[in-house]
């Protein structure tokens, strides 16, 4: 810790900061030799207009705080930090613009100051700050996270839920998180190791292996109930500053799924799945009209190519439509491109599979690259789908999951989208097991779902489209 007008900072914190400030200069360096209006003397425009330049970068910096960037435990390689990232740098541009454009640019205040940036160095500035913020974070979480960030972890439970988070730590090596070991109070798992990590000790015992091995986080994988000695040793670490959390929700964190598993109806009750009810009913809205209104518009050329091929490649008509169930399980008709064979479903209906027969040669391109849930942005707009949420399903198959499936008919509280978090972090569904998996992220984007989030699905959407891969 720094001492800083007799606050206490995380050098962290201010490393962040002044890494910020770097790249913002090296923005606004490059914007200058780039800018044509500036091409003869770039060094003394820097210097006649150094004051609303800094102005700018100030406003950038107070951005990054306000959107909570100087959280440095952050992982800035995560899809949903990027976006956040880029929230921040849009967010900090439009209040530039308001203060060049219509505070400072008006006639009362140039009579006093002349402090004025161009729209094509602004422009040009905030893309490039927006492109260096990325790759600047990306890189510090990169080289710090695995080693100077390191946080020691005990995990509290060596039973199965335990050794879910074992694995989920695992899956992640160059996060930060250290797992130490387990604490049980089985007595055949004392001194034993458990996926080659140890059982340490006993739970009462867990105040003193915090201190003798550094811990800084504690996961209590326990589903049974705990014991009050437990919770009293766990009240009492949680306020003297070492990080406890339950298993679900870091398990969550971890995997951004949520472990149907190892969760219960008290827990969604006390967790809750979105509380984010201002963006849900009113912005969320806004961004799926404006969205598919404008990829209707820039899309239309394409239908009539889409649907040409479809006839000339297979007899059958161009649009597919099918009995879909959205939020609180209202039926609609979905819309898409045709991609199997007339009458596919001749034997009952049934999941597409690897390499299905079914499917024709132009349908294998349309799904590669999601061309076939264009159609569906009329479903949008008809307020029946959202373009972000879990994948729309039949009834049929939704009776038969509800049944086999724990907390399966908690996706249909929200609109079913063209993309969503299951979509795009496990893309394909040919078994009941993938179903199960695929659950597992509707319910993290169910319980979580905001501005962000939403972002960040649209950013990892792109991907697969430009490339035809999932994650």
Partial sequence: ????????????KLFLLIGDGCIYFLALIITI??????????????????????????????????????????????????????????LSTLANITIFYFVLGSDVIRLYMFWFVGRVLLLILASLFAVFMVLWRYAFSASALPQRLQRRIVIVGAGSSGQRILQAL??????????????????????????????????????????????????????????????????????????????????????????????SDVWIFFHGLNKNKLYIQHFKRLLDLALSCCLLITTAPFFLLIALAIRLDSPGPVFFLQDR?????????????????????????????????????????????????????????KGEMSFIGPRPEREVFVRDFNDQIPYYNLRLLVKPGITGWAQVMYPYASSLEHTREKLQYDLYYVKNMGFFLDLAILLKTVRIVMFGRGT
Avoid: C
């Avoid at 810790?1 to 962290?12: A, C, D, N, T």
């Fill in 33 to 90: 030799f780039l800018n044509p209006m500036a091409v003869e003397a770039p060094l003394m425009l820097l210097v006649n207009n150094k004051l609303p330049f800094l102005l700018v970068g100030g406003v950038y910096l107070v951005g990054n705080y306000i959107l909570d960037l100087y959280d440095y435990q952050q992982d800035y390689r995560r899809w949903v930090n990027i976006a956040q990232i880029l929230v921040a740098v849009l």
């Fill in 325 to 381: 169930l959205g939020d609180e399980g209202r039926p609609f008709k979905i819309i898409k491109f045709r991609t199997m064979i007339q009458d596919a479903e001749r034997d009952g209906p049934r999941w597409a599979m690897d390499n299905d027969h079914r499917i024709t040669r132009v349908g294998k391109l349309l799904r590669r690259f999601r061309l076939d849930e264009l159609p569906q942005l009329v479903n949008i707009i």
């Fill in 1 to 12: 810790m720094i001492k800083v007008f007799g606050r206490h900072i995380s050098k962290w």
């Fill in 170 to 263: 695992r899956n992640r090596p160059n996060s930060g998180l250290v797992p130490i070991g387990f604490l049980d109070d089985a007595p055949s798992k004392l001194n034993t190791k458990i996926h080659g990590l140890p059982v340490l000790d006993i739970t009462s015992r867990l105040p003193e292996i915090v201190s003798q091995y550094q811990i800084s986080l504690v996961v209590v994988a326990i589903t049974h109930e705990k014991s009050p000695n437990l919770v009293n040793i766990l009240t009492r670490l949680s306020w003297n500053g070492i990080q406890v959390v339950d298993m679900p929700g870091f398990y969550e964190f971890l995997s951004g799924k949520v472990p149907i598993d190892h969760i």
